[in-house]
Structure formats: C-alpha cells, structure tokens
C-alpha cells in the first residue's frame, strides 16, 4: 500500500464529444473540444507546472506558472485558461518559459517561511513542488514588507488558518464558491494587501463557513491544513471506503499512518460525490476511537445490576441460552431483533436471516421502520419498486427542481451543494416546508415558490396540484398512456379534479395561497424536466405513504419519469437506509422487497438457507413494544439502532424495554437503549470492518476495514457467532461470501459482487443480465410492476388525529442539523458539538411574545404525551403557531412528547405534528429529572463491571 | 396486544382505502393490507374484537376484517 496520490488534471474536464487534435511538445493528443491544454498535456504525462489550477475547480489564470508558447501565436498564454484546438502546436518546456516560471517561484518564495522541514505540509506541498520543478536555487529579493508574522487563525477544531504561507492562489476562495457552494471566503484588499478573508474579516468559526473542508483540500500549501495532520504529521497509505453518515453515501480515502485514521479525504472517483464532503464525513470521525468505546463484552441479571465484562464465548452463550429460554416459555415468536441502516448490507442480511432462520419467525424490523417505509410502500405501489428513480447526478439536468419536507443543505449536504451549483447555473426551485430552509435563499439562489404550508397537510397539497395539472391540461398524455395504467388515471383524474381538491379549497387547509400554489404547478408540469427530492417531511406522518403516493401520481401524470434530470427521489437519511431495506429486514419481505407468504419466494429461501421459515409477517417496532407490554415478545437483539432515544413516545419504549426479560444490544457504545440491556456486545465501526452500504441513489459502496475491530470481531461476525449458539450454522469466512448469497437469491442483485464494485468502484441495482453494470435511471422502459405499467391512486386528504387545541395550541415539527447526526451518539463525540451543543427550541417571534419567551429561556414543551424543557431559539424560520426542534441529545427529550400517531400503511411516527403547549420555565422537567438519574446509575453500573486494562 | 391501537391502525388503514367508490374492492383493499402487513397477533385480536364487540371501527374496516375472518 502507498498513499498513491490522486492525479490532478488541472482543470475540470470537458463533456463535449467534438474531439481536437493537437501537438504538445511535439506528442499528438486528441482531446474533448473545451479541454485546456494543461489537462490535455497532463493527459500524456505531461505536467505543466501549477499553483492556482486544481481539477476540482475552474481555471482562474492567475499564478501565470503554466505559461505555454503556442506555435505561430502571440506572448506566453496560461494553459489552465487555454482551450485546445485543431492543429494547435504546443510547447511547454524552452529556456524562456522556465525563466518566466523561476521569477515566479522566486517572488512567492520571496514572501513565504523557508520552514519547510518543520512545515506541516512537508511532503505534500505544492508550493515546495513547484520550486523544485523550476529549478529555484535562489531568492534574490530582500522584501522591506512581508505577511509572516501574519497570525493564525486556530478557531476552527479541526483545520488551522495560516495566512504567513498563503500566496493568495484563490483555490480556497473558488472551492468554498464552486464547489461547496456557501461564498464563505473572499480575497480581501487588492495587491500587497490581499488576503484570503472569511465573511467579512471574520475567524472561521464566526464566518458561514460550514467547514465542509473544500479549502483545506484545495490549498496548495500549509496555510489550510487538518489539525490531525499538523498533529500527527504526513499520512503513509490510503484505502478508499464509504462514510457511515447520511444517505449521500460519500467515497472517502482513509488516509492512514499504520492502523490510525490521519485524515478523511473525500475520493475525486467517488460518483455521488464526485471529490466533496461536509462536516461529518471529512472531519467527524474522532468517535470511532473515543474513550466511550466499549470492547469487551459485558452481561447482567438485570438492569438494576452492574455489568460483568466477560469473553465472547461466555456473552455468545449466555445470549443465546437466554433467547431459547424465552422461547421455551413464551414460545416462538417472543423474540426478535432489530437491524439498523447504520449496518452494512451483509450484517443486516445475516441478521434477518437468523431471525427467520434461526429464531423461526419474521420478527425482523429496521429503524427504516421511523423514517423511509413509507417510500418503500407508496413507491412499490406505483413505480413496482421500492426505491429512488434517479441517480445524483441527474439533478444536473433539471430545468425545475421541488424540494419536499427536506433540508438538503443540513441532511444531505454534498447532494445539496450539487444541488445549489444546478440552481445557479439555471434550474428553478420550488420548495414545499413548513420552516424557511437556507436553500431557499443562498448565495446565487433563491426558490422561484416556496410553498409555506402548515404542518400535516402535505396530501391536501399534492392533490390541488394534481388538481391543476388536471384541470389546466398540463398532463403528458402520450406518457400516460404508453406507461401507465389508464384505468387507474382516469379515476385519479376524476378525484382530483374534484373542487375539493382545488387549490382554493384547500388554502384553508395548507395555508398556501392558491395563486402561488397554481403558479408552481405550472412551472412543475410545463418543465422539460422537473425533478422531485424528498425527505422525511413527506414520510413522517399519518398519512406519509399517501403523499408518497401523491408525489408518484404527479411525476407519471407530468411525464417527470424515465429520463434524466426528472424522477421521485426520496432522500435517505441514514447511510444504508435503502440497503437495510433492500436487505429484507422488513417483517413481511424477504431481500428484494418480496413478501414472506409468496410461494415461490418463500420455497427458494427454505431451500437456499436449509430451514423452515415462517410465511407470516413479523412485529415490527412500535409492535414489538405493545407486545413486550403484553409478555409475548420477550427477547430482543437490537444492532446499531438506539430505540430508547429515536423512536416515539419513548416513555412507552423505555416501559417496553423494562419488560422485556433479555435485551441484547451491539453498538460500539453503551447507548440509551444499552441502558435497558442485559447483554452487551461490543460492535465494530465503520472504519473496522469490511461490507457494503447502499446509498440514496441506490449506489453500492465499498466499506472497507482500514484498522483492527477494536473489541476483537466485526459486527457480521458476532451476528454468525450468536446464529451458530442457537443452533443455526453459518460459515462465511467474508462478507464478500454474504454479498454473493444475496446476489444469488435476489434478481434485482444478480450481478452484484465484490470483484465488480471494486473494479467499478460501486455499482447503482438493478444489476442484471440486463443492466451488467448497473441502473442509474429506473423505468426507463417500463415500470417494474407485474404489467410494467405505472399505477395511480387515490390520496383523498385526512386530518390527522393530532390537532391544535387550547390545551395545546402550537404544532412542534423536528428536523436536523448539518453538524450533528441522528441521535447524535457519533457526533456527539466528535468536535462538531462546537456548532451544536445542545438541542434547541425555535419559537416564532409573535408566539413566543405572548408566552414572554426570549432567545436562551428555558421553556417547557407540552403535548399529551408528556413534557420536557429546552433553550428557546426566537426565529422568524418558523411560522407563527408552528415550533421546531432537533433531537440530537438524549437529554433533550424530544421524542418524550412525540406521540403514538403513525402512518397509516407502515406505522412510520408522525414525529412532524406534534400538538403542544410552550411555557416559560426554570428547571428541566420531572422526566428530564428522573431520566437523568437514571442515566447516571446506569454509568455507575458500567463503571463498576469495567475492568480498564 | 392493546386493542385501542390496533383499531385505530385498523381505521387509519380504512381511511386511504375509503376513497375507493367501490366499497367492495375497498374492503378486499384493507383486508389484504392487514394480512400482508400485521402480525398473527394482531389479526387474531382485531377479529376478537370486531366479533365481540367491533362498535370502533368504522363500517368499511368490519366489512374488511368479517372477510379476513372468513
């Protein structure tokens, strides 16, 4: 292994297919029309020297290093900033150049530190390169004025600022434009005077900067550096792996010295993200080696006992003595278990499958359960598959863009930023959102419509755009009726032509007025592309798969489907979400989304797994907790998912976990729902283990172990460990063998191996006879329902049960920020807690005047299902009667007030609309009181069992 | 299993499927969602309850779990 450097090209390449032929150094090279000489000469080996040009950004011209002469032509033009052309004769070597380009050198070096052995940069500097490509013996000036006793900027925790060795190259400046897409950085001052300046002369953490890290990567020198590298020094090998964090699914080289991470380096090959990273992924990765990890397994009695750390054999055992002991008493279908998109593909393919084969019954559910299954519902209903249309990159062709109940900027932020370079270059963008979200207005971007509607009312207003669809005869007909199912759109179209469905009806409803609700249905359904993104501000609902459903009849009826720059793209929140989905870790579908009762399916997976399997469908979550209150689900194993702070009502779940006789939960810290366990097995982190994830766009990535599992075993070898206890053999000497197992049994990733994601560096399923290398697009053809044909159905509105009262007067929706994740267990334990330290509530200005309530005041958050109390936020972000919150901290509480509303087709929390009062406070409330007690008792009882060797 | 919450799933379930003018197929629409989608457990209480007693749910829902007990 060797750290094997990507190459860099100089300047982005060209996308034309007109080919030029030209000369460079007397070397024919024929390149894509639009192509500049520099890459072009790069592409024959040949490099020209550089410092302002890099391939992620446009050329700019301003180092002058790359001066070339062209034959028959005038002066000493920049080759980043040269277009090829036809018959061009060009020279990059003669004594006149390397004059021009050794002054160069010896001015900037005339203004930098000649520190270079003790330079954090040394042996990964561009600027130390380029005078040794030059040839610089000697700096003949004597500045009377300098910039090195220029101070540092140390205020962000993860990269240092020094401007003593910046040469004002404006890489950093154009990475933070073009490639982040956040305009935090300008050249400040003009000659002598310039320099690199967040906002307006402002540190980096004061300034918009969203330490993405765009700049870091792209500074040629040590001015921006990773702190871990100035810490640790030059890292000596890399292995390209996947990030764990959302569902973009980013390609990362793992830059490595030995067995520790120096630093993340987003993969330039990587195809959905294509060089860029944010926050989590580039910087957060601290937690895998926090102290918090726990390696040694650990059992206990119960949960009022301390744990007894103890070998694996001993945990494997007593794990699995204690799930046939349930099942002895309680009988068969008492335990299950519960995988997490947080795993690779093969640990939660081998956890369903002890489940169905092992446990003998299909009590198998994912955290999906609280997020996606409504996309996995309402898209098999009309599309016939459960997953996004398109891939990323598509976006680049949408004329017009709609974001639904999404926050790409803060949940999906690389996807975001490839978002917002398509708005500025021309789309237009729709968003529908209850709260401002920053898309709306960014730097070069502002939303044509943004469609403020109130929560919970998401169906009634798809249908009134359907409505004018309809009734204003924007529909593609000829689509319609080649693709779809005409039966079924004509009764749609009937239904939502209906007046009640009209968007004048139903601004009573939405709030939305309907001339601008008409407006962006127009623009919608006129485009020659228009494409839908989508979050959990669709599926969180109770009626989250009927407005699913309602997004699927928009996009057939509009033609939005098939090609590029279009399709329903629902965004993924977690790493594998639609992995752990496609794996079969719902309770009624085996891998591939087919249902446990289909003959067919049910008999090749008896055969293929040597075991009776169940053709009833399982528990799923919230099912679990009612049964466990019930004493017939009594054993649970819970991998990588924390129950006990992200799922609703959680005074309920904690009740259910307390009733459970065995809970066995593997994580690589001891979370909240670990809190509640009697059996501890300690998990492995990405960066430990070998597998896969399947991002948003259906793109299966490589995770691949960069250091040793720090409690002695991957995850998917534990799961094989407790399945071997129970008397259920497995074998599989790598996950590599799991991945084949899948591909055997499931068409849609017939042609799925190891051997061709990494020779592809991933692969987008379907992946088949037909499509050998993957599907970027689905349906281009034909649907992949039985008749290949779309299906309409009716999304007739329904309230749901949560309303406003007197009682409780203000809707509480949640969300999530870009510096944290999830339940926050990984970034929690990282240095992003210096953008978020805590869970806020935003309150809008006139609700919170009422109240009495300023920005920092504690207020207590009331709904039926109980209270807690957080810091307000005063913020016109949110409308009047609506209030926001993340939940990233356990000690915040927010799912104490969730309820137990759940959509209607998949039980996914309606964790979006939550009825509540707010009111002035001055202590955290009786649950936060006991919670915490309680939380501190269980450290105590960790403590005590722990042997710290 | 709380019989509260499954007539309320079940009754959530009859609300999509009620939009469907053809009362018969509305009610094979929830009796199939229920079948495919809740566990033994459930279905076995939600028939118990729509035998003995079943004033909850709606009239849509009883039509669609007689036939799931049939």
């Known amino acids: 292994m060797s750290i094997n450097k990507e190459k860099d090209f100089g300047t982005p390449a060209s996308t034309s297919e007109n080919m030029v032929t030209l000369q460079i150094d007397g070397f024919q090279v024929t390149a894509p029309a639009g192509t500049s000489v520099m890459r072009a000469a790069a592409s024959i080996g040949i490099e020209i020297p550089k410092l302002c040009a890099t391939d992620s950004i446009e050329p700019f011209g301003s180092c002058r290093l790359c001066v070339v002469q062209i034959e028959g032509g005038r002066g000493m033009p920049a080759s980043c900033t040269t277009p090829v052309a036809e018959g061009l004769k060009i020279v990059t070597q003669n004594k006149k150049l390397a004059d021009v380009r050794r002054g160069i050198m010896e001015l900037y070096i005339s203004d930098h530190p000649l520190d270079c052995l003790t330079c954090s940069a040394n042996g990964d500097c561009e600027l130390q390169d380029m005078a040794g490509a030059v040839g610089l013996r000697e700096v003949r000036y004597n500045p009377i004025e300098t910039h090195l006793d220029a101070v540092k900027d140390e205020s962000n925790p993860y990269f240092s600022f020094d401007p003593s060795k910046c040469i004002v190259c404006s890489r950093c400046v154009r990475a933070c434009e073009e490639t982040q897409g956040t305009f935090a950085l300008t050249i400040d001052g003009r000659g002598f005077d310039s320099k690199v300046s967040p906002s307006q002369n402002q540190s980096f953490m004061d300034s918009e900067c969203v330490s993405c890290g765009a700049c870091v990567q792209a500074c040629p020198t040590a001015t921006l550096m990773e702190k871990s590298v100035i810490d640790n020094g030059q890292p000596e090998h890399a292995i390209v792996t996947t990030c764990a964090y959302c569902g973009v699914g980013c390609s990362f080289r793992a830059e490595m010295k030995g067995e520790q991470v120096i630093r993340m380096v987003p993969n330039k090959d990587g195809k959905a993200n294509h060089g860029h990273s944010c926050v989590k992924g580039r910087f957060a990765f601290g937690y895998a080696t926090h102290k918090d990890r726990i390696t040694k397994p650990m059992i206990r009695a119960s949960i009022k006992d301390a744990w007894k750390e103890v070998s694996w054999e001993e945990a494997i055992n007593h794990a699995a003595s204690e799930l046939k002991r349930i099942q002895a008493k309680y009988g068969k279908d008492s335990i299950g278990g519960i995988t997490s998109s947080r795993c690779t593909n093969e640990e939660v393919y081998i956890m369903q499958k002890l489940i169905r084969a092992g446990f003998g019954n299909n009590n198998v559910d994912t955290c999906a359960r609280v997020c996606h299954s409504p996309t996995g519902y309402g898209l098999k209903q009309t599309f016939g598959e459960s997953s996004g249309t398109q891939d990323f990159d598509s976006v680049m062709e949408a004329d017009v863009i709609m974001v639904i109940g999404a926050n790409p900027t803060d949940g999906h932020p690389v996807f975001g930023s490839q978002m917002k370079k398509r708005l500025r270059q021309s789309a237009k963008l729709i968003v529908i959102d209850p709260r401002e979200i920053d898309l709306i207005k960014a730097p070069h971007v502002k939303a044509s419509h943004h469609l403020k509607l109130r929560p919970s009312t998401n169906v009634a207003l798809i249908n009134a755009l359907g409505h004018v669809v309809v009734t204003e005869n924007l529909l593609d007909e000829a689509f319609v009726n080649e693709r779809c199912d005409v039966a079924s759109f004509a009764k749609w179209k009937t239904f939502v032509a209906q007046e009640h469905n009209s968007p004048e009806a139903s601004e009573s409803i939405t709030g939305v007025p309907a001339a601008e609700l008409r407006a962006a249905a127009r623009l919608y359904a006129t485009a020659d592309n228009a494409a839908i993104y989508y979050g959990l501000g669709v599926t969180e609902h109770s009626q989250g798969s009927t407005m699913v459903i309602g997004i699927a009849n928009l996009a057939m009826a509009t033609g939005n489907l098939g090609h590029e720059g279009a399709g329903v793209n629902p965004l993924r929140g977690q790493n594998n979400v639609q992995g752990s989905c496609d794996m079969g870790s719902f309770p009624h579908e085996f891998p591939g989304y087919r249902h446990v009762s289909d003959p067919a399916t049910h008999q090749l997976f008896e055969k293929a797994w040597n075991a009776e399997l169940n053709a009833e469908p399982g528990l799923r979550i919230p099912n679990m907790f009612d049964a466990a209150l019930d004493k017939s689900f009594m054993g649970l194993y819970c991998e990588g998912e924390d129950i006990a702070q992200s799922d609703p009502d959680i005074k309920h779940v904690h009740a259910a976990l307390r009733a459970m006789e065995c809970v066995i939960v593997q994580d690589i810290f001891l979370n909240e729902t670990a809190k509640f366990a009697h059996v501890f097995f300690p998990g492995s982190s990405f960066l430990e283990k070998n597998g896969t994830f399947t991002n948003a766009e259906r793109r299966i990535s490589p995770v691949r172990k960069v250091m040793s599992p720090l409690a002695g075993y991957q995850d998917w070898e534990v799961t094989q460990m407790l399945s071997n206890a129970m008397g259920y053999p497995m074998n599989y000497s790598h996950p590599s063998e799991i991945m084949d197992e899948i591909a055997q049994l499931t068409p849609s990733f017939k042609g799925v191996s190891y051997e061709k994601i990494d020779r592809l560096g991933s692969v987008q399923w379907p992946c088949n006879d037909e499509a050998p290398e993957g599907t970027p697009i689905m349906h281009t053809e034909h649907f992949l329902r039985d008749n290949g044909k779309g299906l309409f159905m009716l999304t007739e509105f329904v309230q749901t049960a949560e309303r406003v009262t007197g009682k409780y007067p203000l809707i509480l929706t949640t969300g999530r920020i870009l510096s944290q994740y999830n339940v926050g267990a990984q970034t929690r334990r990282t240095e992003n807690v210096a953008w978020h330290s805590e869970d806020r509530l935003e309150i809008h200005p006139h609700d919170a005047e009422d109240r009495g309530v300023k920005t920092g005041d504690w207020v207590g958050i009331k709904s039926r299902a109980g209270e807690t109390v957080l810091r307000a936020l005063v913020s016109d972000r949110v409308q009047p009667g609506v209030v926001y919150t993340t939940f990233h901290f356990p000690e915040s509480g927010a799912n104490v007030i969730t309820t137990d509303n759940s959509d209607w087709a998949t039980n996914c929390p309606e964790y979006k609309v939550t009825a509540v009062q707010i009111t002035k406070v001055s202590q955290p409330s009786e649950w936060q009181q006991e919670y915490s007690a309680f939380s501190e008792k269980q450290l105590d009882l960790l403590e005590q069992g722990m042997s710290h060797d | ?70």
């Not at chain 2, 009362?23 to 309850?49: C, F, Q």
């Open chain 2, 1 to 70: 299993m709380k019989i509260e919450r499954l007539i309320k799933m079940a009754n959530d379930i009859g609300n999509f499927f009620n939009s469907e003018t053809d009362k018969e197929i509305a009610a094979e629409g929830v009796k199939n969602h229920i079948l495919r989608s809740w566990d033994p457990r459930m279905r076995k209480a939600i028939i118990t309850y729509c035998q003995e007693d079943g004033s909850e749910l709606s009239s849509l829902v009883k039509a669609a779990v007689t036939k799931l007990a049939a």
